[in-house]
């Protein structure tokens, strides 16, 4: 087995001409690492917080809050919904790693708004011959969307947050709204 570095890894055409944009993140990631340098941050988040989040790509949650790398916890998922895992997640984030306050973001045009999920599941289904059953979790608001959320972390009873505050970030201007969670 040869000890020798690897060699830069240079990204890869696709058919349609573009660089292949995982053969371009690992030649990013290279110059990442030079620029970067050696650092060994705590485990535990600086500031004590877990944000919960879209993963759609628009959203630069550390650029948009002004946070650094190991200050937050950032779960993301589609539409940045309280499912199963992003319990688990916060439940761990909280009760091992220390974080006491829960930022939710959800945001303007999501790709969940408006989704009609029985069309998506029968083109699924079409496509592969197989019932999908998934449940995608698509709303008509993004305001009640954070506050349902809210509502299903506040009735986990695992959860022990000090603070719990809901946002809809606007994708076009990068503006934050705090939306008024309900009490219960």
Same mark, same amino acid.
């Given at each position: ?13 696709? $058919? ?31 500031? =004590? ?8 790509? =628009?959203? &630069?949650? /550390? ?21 199963? $895992? ?14 006491? !306050? ?15 999920? $029985? &069309? ?18 698509? /709303? ?6 954070? !506050? ?16 719990? !505050?809901?946002?809809? /970030? $606007?994708? &076009? ?8 969670? &309900?009490?219960?």
């Amino acid at each position: 087995m040869s000890t020798e570095p690897a060699a830069p890894t240079q990204p890869q055409e696709t $058919d349609a001409g573009h660089a292949d944009p995982i053969s371009a993140a690992v030649a990013a990631n290279e110059a990442y690492v030079s620029a970067l340098g050696h650092q060994r941050l705590a485990t535990e988040p600086a500031k =004590r917080l877990a944000i919960v989040t879209c993963m759609d790509s =628009r959203l &630069d949650i /550390f650029g948009a809050l002004g946070l650094e790398l190991g200050q937050a916890h950032i779960i993301r998922n589609a539409g940045g919904l309280a499912t199963d $895992d992003v319990l688990r997640s916060l439940i761990l984030s909280q009760r091992k790693l220390g974080t006491e !306050r829960i930022m939710l973001i959800h945001h303007s045009r999501c790709g969940l708004e408006g989704l009609d999920e $029985d &069309d998506l599941r029968a083109a699924i289904t079409a496509e592969t011959g197989v019932e999908s059953k998934v449940v995608f979790g698509a /709303f008509a608001d993004p305001a009640e969307s954070v !506050r349902a959320t809210a509502k299903r972390l506040n009735h986990e009873p695992a959860l022990r947050h000090l603070e719990l !505050r809901g946002f809809v /970030f $606007d994708v &076009d201007s990068g503006e934050l709204r705090e939306v008024k969670l &309900d009490e219960a």
